[in-house]
């Protein structure tokens, strides 16, 4: 869960989120070192009158700046790929979650078991509870058991949305028409919350989306009132 004042991204809850934490900083050492040497060299230009002539013609130099560029962009493409196709990788997934986007909510839909599903509202800000978080609870949450391949389904009834969760590294297009498919695994039991990253309208920011991870055995017990209740 972001704070005030917070800098960095939130704390992963996800192998893929770690890994996207870990490139995050290995791309931002790479920029630093860029942003130092091209200063240093700025400042060199403007402090000193002295000129080398070997500078000003030479092909060692245009070898140089023409091949470490080249190099620097492999060190940062192939960790990029490699998480893109981690991203992409669904192998056998326990769970199977239809995550379905409307002007102004969420509806869900356990794929497998029979009518099982529900519509997810934004609670009123005048209905939150002691430590609730205002624009971000939702009354149904999407419970899903923790350390199990998921797969979430997504797409939308009317028009654009994009369900995304940042500490679970998930973000996918909500496309009328169209089914996409992301997944995840979490780590840890605990509420995760995210929001619609597509403009969709006027209550874009009132759909928000609640991911609960529990241990398997109560999500087998939430399941089967669910499904007393339908």
Not at 31 to 56: G, P
Not at 148 to 177: C, Q, T, Y
Not at 211 to 226: D, H, I
Request: proline fraction near 6%; aromatic fraction near 10%.
């Amino acid at each position: 869960m972001a704070h005030p004042t917070q800098l960095g991204f939130q704390d992963a809850a996800s192998p893929v989120m770690e890994e996207l934490l870990s490139f995050h900083d290995h791309a931002l050492m790479i920029v630093f070192l860029i942003s130092t040497l091209v200063l240093y060299i700025i400042m060199a230009m403007v402090s000193t009158k002295l000129t080398n002539k070997y500078i000003l013609d030479s092909q060692e130099i245009e070898i140089v700046w023409t091949v470490l560029p080249a190099i620097i962009l492999i060190l940062i493409a192939l960790p990029s790929l490699r998480i893109l196709y981690l991203m992409d990788e669904i192998n056998d997934p326990h769970v199977t979650v239809k995550a379905m986007g409307h002007q102004w909510y969420w509806s869900y839909e356990y794929t497998d078991y029979e009518n099982m599903g529900f519509d997810s509202y934004m609670v009123p800000t005048q209905e939150l509870t002691p430590g609730g978080f205002r624009l971000l609870e939702a009354d149904h949450r999407m419970v899903i058991p923790k350390e199990s391949p998921i797969r979430v389904l997504v797409s939308a009834e009317d028009v654009l949305h994009s369900w995304a969760v940042p500490s679970l590294g998930v973000k996918m297009d909500a496309v009328p028409g169209r089914l996409n498919q992301t997944t995840f695994i979490v780590l840890r039991p605990g509420v995760f919350y995210g929001q619609c990253s597509e403009i969709c309208g006027a209550n874009h920011s009132f759909m928000p989306i609640v991911v609960e991870a529990v241990p398997l055995e109560n999500f087998e017990k939430w399941s089967s009132l669910m499904l007393e209740d339908a």
